[in-house]
Every structure is written in C-alpha cells, then in structure tokens.
C-alpha cells in the first residue's frame, strides 16, 4: 500500500483498518512511506518489519543500466548514460 503516510488526510479509521488486516491475514502486505516519524503510523510501526532505502550513486545508476544494455545487445556512450542519469535524478524506474 503507498503512501500509507497519507492515510487520514480525510478519512478516519484508515490506520487501525489496516492494522486490523494486518493482523488478521497471513498475506505479507507492503506499506510504503514518505515520512517514517509520523505519528498518525505509530500503531502500524508497531506490526512492520521497517526497511530503509536510500536513493541510488550516480555510480551504482551507471553499473545497472550497463549491465542491462550490455543483456539487450545495446552500445550507449558513457556520458550520454551520465546524462540522461543526471537529468532522471538518479531514479531507475
């Protein structure tokens, strides 16, 4: 579930719902986050495996998308892929 940080912005009930299903499933269910310290995921912090990611070097960005025209047979110059790396900000998707 994304943004589960947004949760409340209009609804109510919507963190003790979640952690009622949580609860009650053997489904691993994902809650994705911006803001971690919010208080109003007190209750949900308490029942999740809390895992950080940080954003990607430029570097690791550079050895992927390498690895993966290198599979696909693909030939791009190092500082067209620097680049085009800068201008995504680093984001793989």
């Known amino acids: 579930m994304d943004e589960v940080d947004g949760v409340g912005s209009g609804d ?8 009622a299903i949580i609860k009650d499933t ?6 994705i986050c ?24 430029e ?5 992927r998308i390498q690895m993966i ?9 190092t500082p067209v892929l620097k680049q085009l790396i800068e201008s995504s900000g680093n984001d793989l998707r």
């Open 12 to 19: 109510r009930g919507g963190i003790t719902a979640l952690c």
């Open 34 to 57: 911006n803001d971690r310290q919010s208080r109003k995921l007190g209750s949900l912090v308490n029942m999740c495996l809390d895992l950080k990611f940080m954003k990607p070097t």
């Open 69 to 77: 025209c290198k599979r696909e047979n693909l030939e791009i110059d």
């Open 59 to 63: 570097q690791m960005v550079v050895k």
């Open 26 to 31: 053997k489904t691993p269910i994902i809650c």
